[in-house]
């Protein structure tokens, strides 16, 4: 019933009713993006573990900011745009799964379950960061959307009985920080996050893998 390409899995569109195979397709494809976007992310670590070493080593001409300083940013913003579509993808993968007559009952929805928890356990600030880091082009006059006050505590950066303003984005080692309505939030860019997406990625996979078992082709609708 289903086929592995690598580590995704991939269903067989020939066994499932007709009216339900243009969903299972868009299915297919969103498992394949789960896989795409955590390689994504996984480059955007290394392409900041690059800038780092190439920063080091060459520095900066007196007077020129360093480019690799710019591009350690890009990384951050490319990790957290990567991070929103595995997401996304994990969610449209599961609607699909738990509404379909067909697989609703043969998948593992417990395993399913599982890995959405795991992901918004693994990575709580996920939607407004993403929104603070698609908003640091704006004015001064939208700065509230950028301000933060109080006690803040993330990896590597602790704030305390404060009011600060950021407008863009700040780095502290590996934590990537922005302000969003209020409050402060982070994604750390490491390889640390990189494993953890790899293991949400494979317990959604194995929500399907009892598809391997035997079931007869759903009758022509």
């Not at 992310?41 to 690799?68: E, I, N």
């Not at 933060?148 to 863009?168: C, E």
Request: with cysteine; charged share 20%; glycine share 6%.
């Amino acid at each position: 019933m289903i086929i592995m390409q690598g580590d995704v899995p991939q269903l067989c569109m020939n066994i499932v009713p007709l009216d339900e195979r243009q969903d299972i397709c868009v299915l297919n494809f969103a498992l394949r993006d789960i896989e795409k976007y955590t390689k994504q992310f996984g480059a955007a670590v290394h392409l900041y573990d690059y800038c780092c070493m190439q920063d080091s080593v060459l520095g900066s001409l007196p007077g020129r900011p360093s480019a690799f300083g710019c591009w350690r940013l890009l990384a951050c913003r490319d990790a957290v745009m990567s991070l929103l579509n595995f997401r996304g993808q994990i969610e449209a993968a599961r609607n699909i799964s738990e509404n379909s007559a067909y697989l609703g009952a043969r998948i593992d929805r417990d395993s399913l379950g599982e890995a959405h928890s795991k992901f918004n356990e693994c990575f709580p600030d996920f939607a407004p960061i993403r929104d603070a880091a698609a908003r640091t082009g704006e004015d001064a006059r939208a700065s509230e959307n950028h301000s933060s006050s109080g006690d803040y505590i993330a990896p590597g950066l602790v704030i305390r009985d404060t009011k600060i303003t950021i407008v863009q984005e700040s780095l502290q080692d590996r934590t990537f920080t922005c302000a969003h309505q209020g409050k402060l939030v982070h994604c750390e860019v490491s390889e640390n996050s990189t494993v953890k997406m790899q293991k949400i990625m494979y317990l959604f996979f194995g929500g399907f893998l009892r598809l391997t078992q035997s079931y007869p082709p759903a009758s022509a609708s």
